[in-house]
């Protein structure tokens, strides 16, 4: 009765709306720690409601503990961002997404909102309304043994077949925490797209945008933040690993959708054509940046082109880059770079992809 009585009450605090009892709000601040994969957050009071990042005040944190400062001058220092509104506390609370400086202003190394942020604010870019869809693939474990959910403990289900977009208790495992994270975030604002089950038992994934420019970045971030939050809750793990398992099992990509505005334009097919070509002489820069552990998922099978090839194609999922058959009927649009992992950092793929398509000279 007493452990009842103990979590009727944590729920009721849980839920409890601060702003039917005062002016207050909680801040949630959100960086990207020491690994450029980990995600860290912590939380303080405001005076009231908050819509623009600059009301914000800038915070600090211990950087000793996250792998980005030495012990004998730990404290880096957090600039916000952008603002969503938290689905967890709710009311006028927020979630604040942040980068990251030394005292003397500096970004970073792990700070990689701060050079796409220049790229984005070239004029060139700016005028190309530089427009992503990023396809987010993860795979969902059981805490105790780090296994897919599902998955019989040490053994394997069927092969791959039923699982795509697939229902039923014996296809589809975790759609509560993904269900969740969808309409979690759509109350966040965060311009989620949609989801779906993936190849693999296990594996889901959601789509973020259309959005513009460094929005991609931040979005898909506070998209990781609160499925985190959400598997956090539901005592499971999530993994961004591009192969989570070896073996006749797909792995894990974060398929970056591309498209400017003279490519979405009348005759913008031959843009398109160009742009590729520019990525393709940029290949092994560009992979050498789209995460760690692509090699192995890029090995030609599962969906992927080879790491070491570069190639395109419409309606070729095999491919490097896949031009939709929409797309060519229609003579412009847009398209799909397939070669960045799931563990991607959004902020390097996305303005690495307008650097090469936009600024750069051959």
């Keep these: 009765m007493m452990k009842r009585s103990l979590m009727a009450s944590l729920t009721d605090l849980i839920n409890l709306n601060l702003s039917d009892s005062t002016e207050k709000i909680i801040a949630e601040y959100i960086w990207i720690g020491g690994s450029g994969l980990d995600i860290r957050s912590k939380a303080r009071t405001l005076p009231g409601p908050v819509s623009d990042p600059s009301q914000l005040p800038k915070w600090n944190y211990d950087g000793s503990s996250t792998g980005q400062a030495p012990g004998e001058d730990s404290e880096v220092i957090i600039y916000p961002q952008a603002i969503f509104k938290d689905p967890f506390r709710r009311g006028n609370n927020i979630l604040v997404m942040c980068d990251a400086y030394t005292p003397q202003g500096e970004p970073i190394p792990t700070n990689k909102r701060y050079n796409a942020a220049k790229v984005f604010s070239h004029p060139d870019v700016v005028a190309e309304v530089p427009w992503y869809g990023i396809e987010q693939e993860y795979t969902l474990l059981q805490k105790e043994v780090k296994w897919p959910l599902g ?206 398509t936009i600024l750069w000279k051959p």
């Design 151 to 356: 998955w019989p403990i040490g053994g394997f289900p069927g092969p791959q077949g039923p699982y795509y977009c697939g229902v039923g208790a014996d296809k589809a495992w975790g759609r509560d925490i993904v269900d969740s994270h969808y309409k979690a975030c759509l109350y966040a604002g965060v311009n989620i797209s949609g989801i779906n089950g993936e190849v693999m038992p296990g594996q889901w994934e959601f789509q973020v945008g259309p959005s513009v420019g460094i929005s991609a970045g931040d979005e898909l971030w506070i998209a990781r933040y609160i499925l985190e939050r959400i598997t956090e809750i539901a005592g499971a793990v999530v993994t961004f690993d591009p192969k989570p398992i070896q073996g006749d099992w797909n792995g894990a990509g974060a398929h970056t959708n591309y498209s400017t505005k003279l490519m979405r334009a009348d005759g913008g097919y031959e843009v398109i054509k160009k742009a590729i070509e520019k990525l393709g002489l940029r290949h092994k820069e560009h992979i050498s940046a789209y995460g760690e552990g692509n090699e192995r998922r890029l090995t030609g099978r599962h969906e992927t082109a080879d790491i070491n090839t570069f190639l395109w194609g419409v309606a070729n999922r095999g491919a490097s880059i896949r031009v939709g058959r929409d797309t060519e009927k229609a003579g412009k649009g847009y398209f799909e770079d397939r070669r960045p992992a799931s563990n991607m950092d959004p902020y390097v793929v996305t303005s690495m992809i307008a650097e090469t």
